[in-house]
């Protein structure tokens, strides 16, 4: 209970989730982990990394919303969380457009053309 009476208008009881949807939760991070190796061993090219982002983003959301409890949450918390995907969605727009502006060779040359030129310089 509250002790001053002024404060019970902010008092807010904390949320309790049943334990069925802990263990729904639980079921599927588990059934993502088993579809992330599976994925893994099949062979997608330049979509397995893609692939396997997908799926750590959606087990991401669902501990940041189920066992974090930001499902239940209100204002500042959920400001916080929608920052933070921005910035992650920042980041990897950021990153994917320094990946796709390089010219990668697709064969590298191997070690014997770098000891070639140290041989040359020393």
Known sequence: MVEHPEQAAD???PHIVPVPIYVAVFVALIIFTALTT??????????NTVVALVIAVC????????FMHVKYSKGLTRIVILGAFF???IMITLTCS???TRHWEIVPQGWSAGMHIARQLF
């Open 11 to 13: 008092y807010h009881p």
């Open 38 to 47: 599976g994925i893994a061993y099949i062979d997608l090219g330049k979509w």
């Open 59 to 66: 087990k991401m959301v669902l501990v940041v919303l189920f």
């Open 87 to 89: 910035w992650l969605g």
């Open 98 to 100: 320094d990946e796709l």
